[in-house]
């Protein structure tokens, strides 16, 4: 197929027959022009999906249409931010950008609430606010949110549409972008669309993976992983009402959509604009690896996966360009990076850097991290890492087994080590972490955990063990401390910021109480909001914790603002003797360098001085501290759990 030369017939075709008087003159145009410019990518990449489909080019214009109105329906305030990111699209690797993970009911608890975080989110630092899933929802347990039953609606409980869309202006006007999950795998057995399929509508259960009987769930079922597998054996759920068996690769109440029918495609770029046209400025895109299945392999990462996400990311810049895509691919580390691009998403989580800081906090050693993320952490220059060290999931230990091994490390005993050590059940091993997704087959598991759990404070403070409650602080900022400087956008997870330990209240809730991720899943209120801004008298050992990490991470995220070597800046992963330490350089084109070293240890390290003689200085400055080294030192000597930036002068 000669894709240029059909996709401009295809195009001529659709624009002689496409109705656009709904639009301005000055929309038209634009409209008219973006699609020049971007339909021949999207028409090869629908065709390479549908055009074996005899109503491919049907639904093909029934998109150009959806489009339209996404353009029709874009208030002049976005536009206009269209325009400025269209001017400036690396945006998202400047250094003052800053992100924060919420759910609003325990931060706000309504949308309404949110606007008095707003100070809160500007002292801290905040730039980028990602609001978790507020969708409307099954009541009881709906996966925290991520089985949507309408994604037009918020949930009732947590406000409306208009006060969620009153919110987005208010952070844009503050400088803060908002952040909103896209869970465009499945939606709740509750939607619309569900309830049609369940009524016996054949347009809507084509929406769907819906199967008479267990012949071909059993041919899939053979090569699909469990994903929850401690709720519900297998990957089918068998709906009474249809009687048929549903796909349900997460819960039974979550039905997996159906991308081998186009009329899915489209309608899932309705919502996608709907929310990009509430004003926020990312997507998340939730469980993306899983949208294509293919007989024969796991479903997961397959290739019309990555189509698909690029023709969803095209239809945005035709529609809503100044919106971006943030990958959340919990999956091996060489697939990651896979999604990792200019054209399919612009942002990425980390789970390889997330999961191996935990490693080496455990071992005390840096060798698997500075190993795989000398192999990984490399990605396109328009791209960058959204880097975390907790969020409101789970910590798996999706490091790749081929370094492992490379470096005499036997992946499966190892992964059963961590698991060991963060659930408290190795001696010796400082954190209160809970297990999770614990497999009767295997016994294999997940970590659940708050920072502060994971890092010691739990535990140092039932013991009231000051020296303790320091290093439990002291792991606290390290984490961070690397994720703000190695290059990427820093996410913060609310409640780490102020070190709230783990929330045990959902045992006493029958709709949580199997889901032990929400023992990291915390309320963070008002009052803690305002120790953290102000200072306390009398304050409690917890308090004094408290007030630390937040001041630390505050000051640490002001120097990060101050210092463009933090933003637009490669990173070289380095190589040094000391196994206890991590070393990395950044550098920009204004010819800064910045090295940072970090003491995974709980006793003193050394790091030999021709780490720094390599790259050719004469003089540093610990931004940190304000120390400053002439150059002249025999060695550098990192106390426990320190943490060195030195900004370079040659």
């Known amino acids: 197929m000669n894709y240029a030369a059909d996709s401009q017939l295809c195009l001529d075709r659709i624009l002689a027959s496409i109705d656009l008087s709904g639009l301005t003159k000055k929309d038209a145009s634009l409209f008219t022009r973006r699609l020049h410019a971007h339909f021949p990518a999207l028409f090869e990449k629908f065709v390479h999906v549908y055009g074996h489909q005899y109503d491919c080019y049907f639904h093909l214009q029934k998109l150009v249409e959806t489009l339209r109105n996404g353009v029709k329906e874009r208030k002049p305030t976005l536009k206009k931010l269209d325009d400025e990111r269209l001017k400036n699209p690396l945006w998202y690797r400047h250094q003052s950008q800053v992100g924060m993970a919420a759910y609003v009911d325990l931060l706000g608890p309504t949308l309404s609430d949110l606007h008095k975080r707003i100070p809160y989110f500007k002292a801290l630092g905040v730039t980028y606010l990602h609001l978790m899933p507020l969708y409307d929802a099954p009541a009881g347990d709906s996966?925290?949110?991520?089985?949507?039953?309408?994604?037009r609606k918020v949930n009732p409980s947590l406000g409306t549409m208009a006060e969620l869309e009153k919110l987005a202006n208010a952070l844009q006007k503050e400088g803060i972008n908002l952040v909103l999950d896209f869970v465009f795998n499945h939606t709740s057995d509750e939607h619309r669309w569900a309830k049609a399929a369940l009524q016996g509508d054949k347009q809507?259960?084509?929406?769907?993976?819906?199967?008479?009987d267990r012949t071909?769930?059993?041919?899939?079922?053979?090569?699909?992983?469990?994903?929850?597998?401690q709720v519900r054996r297998g990957s089918f759920t068998y709906n009474d009402a249809m009687e048929k068996w549903v796909w349900t690769t997460f819960n039974s109440f979550q039905w997996d959509l159906n991308y081998s029918n186009p009329e899915v495609f489209n309608a899932i770029t309705s919502e996608m604009l709907f929310l990009a046209n509430i004003g926020c400025a990312a997507l998340r895109l939730d469980a993306l690896a899983f949208i294509w299945k293919e007989m024969g392999t796991n479903c997961e990462n397959q290739d019309k996966a990555h189509t698909l996400i690029q023709a969803f990311n095209t239809c945005l810049q035709i529609a809503a360009p100044a919106v971006v895509f943030k990958s959340e691919a919990i999956v091996h580390p060489d697939e990651v990076l896979k999604y990792i691009e200019k054209d399919e998403c612009q942002l990425s989580y980390n789970p390889l850097l997330m999961a191996l800081l935990w490693n080496s906090l455990a071992t005390r050693k840096t060798r698997l991290l500075t190993r795989s993320m000398q192999k990984s952490f490399s990605i396109s220059s328009e791209c960058t890492w959204v880097n975390y060290v907790r969020c409101h999931d789970d910590i798996g230990w999706t490091f790749d087994d081929?370094?492992?091994?490379?470096?005499?490390?036997?992946p499966y005993d190892h992964r059963y080590f961590l698991n060991q050590f963060y659930t408290g059940r190795f001696e010796g091993s400082f954190a209160n972490g809970v297990p999770f997704a614990e497999n009767p087959s295997n016994g294999d598991c997940r970590v659940c955990g708050s920072l502060a759990s994971?890092?010691?404070?739990?535990?140092?403070?039932?013991?009231?063990d000051k020296d303790a409650i320091d290093d439990a602080v002291k792991r606290m900022l390290l984490l961070y401390g690397i994720t703000f400087s190695i290059g990427g956008i820093p996410l913060l997870y609310s409640s780490d910021e102020i070190a709230k330990l783990n929330d045990y209240s959902y045992r006493n809730h029958d709709d949580k109480k199997h889901d032990d991720r929400w023992v990291n899943?915390?309320?963070?209120?008002?009052?803690?909001?305002?120790?953290a801004l102000a200072s306390c008298e009398a304050p409690t050992l917890q308090e004094e914790a408290s007030k630390a990490v937040f001041d630390g991470l505050q000051a640490m995220l002001s120097i990060r603002k101050e210092n463009t070597i933090f933003g637009d800046a490669t990173t070289t992963i380095l190589e040094i003797d000391n196994l206890h330490c991590f070393a990395f350089l950044r550098e920009n084109s204004h010819e800064e360098k910045l090295l940072v070293l970090c003491n995974f240890s709980d006793h003193e390290q050394k790091i030999e001085p021709r780490v720094l003689e390599a790259i050719n200085y004469q003089s540093s400055i610990d931004l940190l501290t304000q120390h400053s080294l002439s150059g002249n030192e025999a060695t550098l000597v990192l106390k426990p759990l320190q943490q060195m930036w030195l900004h370079l002068n040659k």
Request: proline share 3%.
């Open 143 to 151: 996966d925290g949110g991520y089985a949507v039953s309408d994604y």
């Open 204 to 212: 809507y259960q084509n929406y769907y993976y819906l199967f008479d």
């Open 216 to 229: 071909i769930p059993d041919q899939f079922e053979h090569t699909l992983r469990e994903i929850f597998p």
């Open 402 to 410: 081929a370094v492992a091994q490379e470096l005499g490390i036997n």
């Open 454 to 464: 994971l890092c010691g404070l739990e535990g140092a403070l039932k013991e009231q």
């Open 521 to 531: 899943r915390i309320a963070v209120t008002e009052h803690d909001t305002a120790l």
